[in-house]
């Protein structure tokens, strides 16, 4: 059958179906207080895997708050928090193995950060400084580690979805048993590049994890303005596609669906779409005022779901942390980024050489000949290019 | 006469053609109610209603190709691409669509009704992907206008000229500028004719040309130059396609030397074409090889902003060799 499949239901009178014909179900296991549904089933999770999921979290909150400080300090020239966003992020990538890659939106420094990031290699990322992995081309936030799996975030929205598909694809050709995990947000999701790549993931048969944070807003633009059908889930059945809609802020809720669509994935050499339902409780940006397109009332509902609360609740209740282990990490996060912040910004930028550098495997004659005659330039006009005069 | 920013005069050019005309649209990712990231249209959809100023889902292939439907059935469609690096997703329905949509139709429809609208360029520490000046992409294509304005005056002339033009335009707002270039700007209704440059300053000894906010730049240079006793012309271009080659020839054949400037960088640059032209042009009028100061041949770097970019002093020192060839 080319078309249709066998199970097709036919009738004999006109018979449209909306978006509400299809009713997805949202998977939650925890709780507000931190005790989980009666019924629900427990992903796999130890001790040591939920400290490591807390300490990824609170790393994540203070960087946050901190850095967010450190820009309006005018220290760092932008910044972007995930605040509210926590169980989506560090749920998902708990749930991986350490070699299946990474490609993320922007948003998704939890990932990174659970994967082994040190405070330092953030910091000389915002920087810009000369051991930053980048080299200093990119704004803030725009990590990436060849070692830690992480493919360096690109600006523009969606162009690393098809590209997870292409990922996914190669490591099922080199016989790896690793997936492709692909964030994006709900805004993105809209882009062509969406389409493309989850329909060429579901034909080609590429194991990838299809992520999508919907958290309420693309900029200013809420979800009604994004899309009328029913979330981005459906989407995922509408393409062929293994599909789950999860509690973007229930932990538990968001690493047991993603064990589980990792095992599919690799089981059957398949994609498979989660969609979190969360919310993005910080500012768009450090460039972007909220308070122009929503409310306080609205964002304070939100507080109340904020998920690394809730996870926190239920640590307590399982007797692996207490209220004093809990502001000890707070503490000691507090101090290494402060100190961090200090080191980092005292390094000097990437040598100007640098600035021709992997524009090809090696810079061409032409370059090379722009570069001598900028470094003449900057020879006679030190003070004009502090970055790089005292180092031509 | 009011003194406003070029985000004001934008404003002011998009409620003027809005009132003028209720078949004119406009629309973009943020464009809302939020009035858009730099609030270039703020104000517009309390004005106007949520039928003629609205957000769009997050798709600039969209955003073009809609254009590019309600334009070939009559419209007048004003797409805002949020920044001009985000461009590419649209570039099919840009280059080969709107471009091509009268010539390949033998004129059945066309889409003269499209301005897509885009804050492009550098200096303002955004990196890699908020810095780009990819003009040259479009000014290859034909059948496009390309238009760029320098101040907030020219901002709402080619403004309001660009939406009424009978073609589709790519309009490249220099974001740089947008708060920090205020001046004077008629309240009414007025254009400023496509196609056509600026003498900004005349001069005698040697012309230089640019658009967009690297005017601010030659214009310091000139003012360096002039202190060694060097006499500078100095033209905007404001269009890139058509350009007007007689106003430069004109010039060039006055000073004998021109030196072209442009942030993008220099290989494959608008500037090539504007050399090669006069270089036919004005053959036998040059006293020295015309000077291209542009970007560098590599992506728009993050901390070698200062160092990438076609500046004043890099100019100065180019105005100096051009004089000593
Ligand atoms: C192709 C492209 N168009 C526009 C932008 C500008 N932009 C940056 S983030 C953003 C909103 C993204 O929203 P969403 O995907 O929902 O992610 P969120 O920020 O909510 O996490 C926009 C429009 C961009 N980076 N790339």
Request: aromatic residues 10%; glycine residues 8%.
């Amino acid at each position: 059958m080319s078309n249709a499949t066998s199970t097709t239901e036919t009738v004999h009178r006109v018979s449209f179906l909306d978006k509400d014909s299809l009713s997805i179900p949202i998977l939650k296991i925890l709780q507000a207080d931190g005790t989980t549904f009666e019924k629900a089933v427990l992903p796999v999770i130890d001790q040591p895997l939920a400290e490591k999921i807390y300490d990824t979290c609170v790393f994540t909150r203070v960087l946050d708050e901190r850095m967010l400080g450190a820009q309006r300090q005018g220290r760092i020239s932008f910044y972007m928090t995930c605040t509210g966003e926590e169980a989506s992020i560090v749920g998902s990538v708990a749930a991986l193995d350490n070699e299946d890659v990474i490609l993320a939106q922007y948003r998704e420094h939890a990932a990174i950060r659970y994967r082994g990031f040190s405070t330092e290699q953030f910091m000389n990322q915002m920087f810009s400084n000369e051991k930053d992995l980048g080299k200093g081309r990119q704004m803030p936030i725009h990590y990436g580690s060849q070692a830690l799996h992480y493919q360096t975030i690109s600006s523009p929205l969606a162009t690393q979805i098809p590209q997870a598909t292409g990922v996914g694809y190669s490591l099922k050709m080199q016989g790896k048993r690793n997936v492709a995990i692909c964030y994006f947000g709900e805004g993105a999701a809209s882009e062509g590049d969406f389409h493309a790549g989850l329909n060429m993931a579901a034909v080609l048969k590429s194991p990838t994890i299809f992520f999508c944070r919907n958290n309420g807003y693309a900029i200013s633009t809420p979800t009604s303005e994004q899309f009328a059908g029913n979330g981005i889930a459906s989407r995922g059945i509408g393409y062929g596609m293994h599909t789950i809609r999860v509690d973007g802020n229930d932990m538990l809720a968001v690493l047991a669906a993603t064990q589980q669509a990792r095992a599919y994935a690799l089981e059957h050499n398949a994609p498979v779409l989660i969609e979190a339902m969360t919310y993005r409780l910080g500012a768009h940006s450090s460039s972007d005022d909220p308070s122009g397109y929503r409310s306080k009332e609205e964002e304070a509902k939100w507080q109340q779901h904020d998920p690394v609360k809730r996870f926190k609740l239920w640590m307590m209740n399982k007797g692996w942390l207490s209220e004093s282990d809990d502001q000890g990490l707070y503490e000691k996060y507090r101090q290494e980024v402060l100190a961090a912040v200090k080191v980092a910004e005292k390094l000097p930028v990437t040598h100007v050489d640098e600035i021709i550098n992997d524009v090809y495997d090696t810079p061409t004659p032409r370059l090379k000949q722009q570069l001598a005659t900028l470094k003449q330039h900057i020879k006679k006009y030190p003070d004009s290019y502090p970055h790089s005069a005292g180092r031509v | 006469m009011a003194k406003i920013n070029m985000l004001q005069a934008i404003n002011d050019a998009l409620t003027i053609a809005m009132e003028a005309d209720d078949k004119t649209v406009l629309f973009g990712e943020d464009v809302g109610h939020f009035g858009g990231v730099f609030r270039a249209t703020s104000g517009l959809q309390e004005k106007f209603g949520r039928d003629r100023c609205f957000n769009t889902p997050l798709t600039e292939q969209g955003i073009a190709g809609f254009a590019n439907g309600l334009a070939s059935n009559g419209m007048t469609a004003i797409a805002e691409i949020q920044f001009a690096d985000y461009i590419f997703p649209a570039i099919d329905q840009i280059v080969n669509e709107s471009a091509k949509f009268r010539y390949r139709s033998g004129n059945e429809f066309n889409v003269g009704g499209i301005i897509y609208r885009t804050p492009y360029g550098g200096g303002i520490a955004g990196g890699h992907y908020h810095s780009q000046s990819p003009e040259a992409y479009f000014t290859q294509t034909a059948g496009l206008k390309v238009v760029v304005p320098r101040n907030a005056y020219q901002a709402k002339g080619l403004l309001l000229a660009s939406i009424r033009d009978k073609n589709p335009v790519v309009f490249f707002e220099p974001k740089r500028l947008y708060r920090a270039s205020v001046g004077e700007v008629p309240e009414g209704d007025y254009e400023i004719e496509l196609g056509k440059a600026e003498v900004v300053k005349e001069g005698t000894d040697i012309t230089l040309l640019a658009w967009g906010a690297q005017m601010e730049i030659i214009e310091n240079a000139a003012q360096m130059a002039a202190k060694k006793g060097i006499s500078c012309e100095i033209i905007d271009l404001r269009t890139l396609a058509p350009w007007d080659v007689d106003t430069v020839a004109t010039s060039v054949k006055k000073t004998g030397r021109l030196l072209i400037n442009h942030e993008a960088p220099l290989t494959g640059g608008f500037a090539g074409e504007i050399a090669a032209t006069i270089q036919e042009e004005c053959f036998l009028y040059l006293e020295s090889p015309i000077s291209r100061v542009c970007g560098l041949d590599t992506p728009y770097p993050l901390v070698h902003e200062k160092e990438y970019m076609p500046d004043a002093l890099k100019t100065f020192e180019a105005i100096k060799a051009s004089m000593k060839y």
